[in-house]
Nanobody, 123 residues
Framework: QVQLVESGGGLVQAGGALRLSCAAS????????MAWFRQAPGKEREFVAV????????DYANSVKGRFTISRDNAKNTVYLQMNSLKPEDTAVYYC????????????????WGQGTQVTVSS
């Protein structure tokens, strides 16, 4: 079992920045690929970014590429999402998730989820 707790969400103006954190406890954090997803009201949960176990490989949704950066600190059992140049369309609940393999963009591939943190970008 892996327990995930997100933090760092909030209200920010368009063009601003936020850094989300996801702290993990339980089984060995470095055994998991970690991802961020988001879900806006009335929409399906969508992939944002993923990072492999070592942190050496990452993948991003086209909508956030160049603006968001995923990273991890295995010594701190934490994964981060640095979000820059935020847009109103980035408004959503952001979730971190863990999977035993790297590369999937599908929520079904992730066994463990946090409770989510709200990000609201005002225009």
């Amino acid at each position: 079992q892996v327990q995930l707790v997100e933090s760092g969400g909030g209200l920010v103006q368009a063009g601003g920045a936020l850094r989300l954190s996801c702290a993990a406890s339980g089984r060995t954090f470095s055994s998991y690929a970690m991802a961020w997803f988001r879900q806006a009201p009335g929409k399906e949960r969508e992939f944002v970014a993923v990072i492999n176990r070592s942190g050496g490989s990452t993948d991003y949704a086209n909508s956030v590429k160049g603006r968001f950066t995923i990273s991890r600190d295995n010594a701190k059992n934490t994964v981060y999402l640095q979000m820059n140049s935020l847009k109103p369309e980035d408004t959503a609940v952001y979730y971190c998730a863990a999977a035993t393999y790297y590369g999937s963009r599908y929520p079904e591939s992730y066994a463990y989820w946090g409770q989510g943190t709200q990000v609201t970008v005002s225009s």
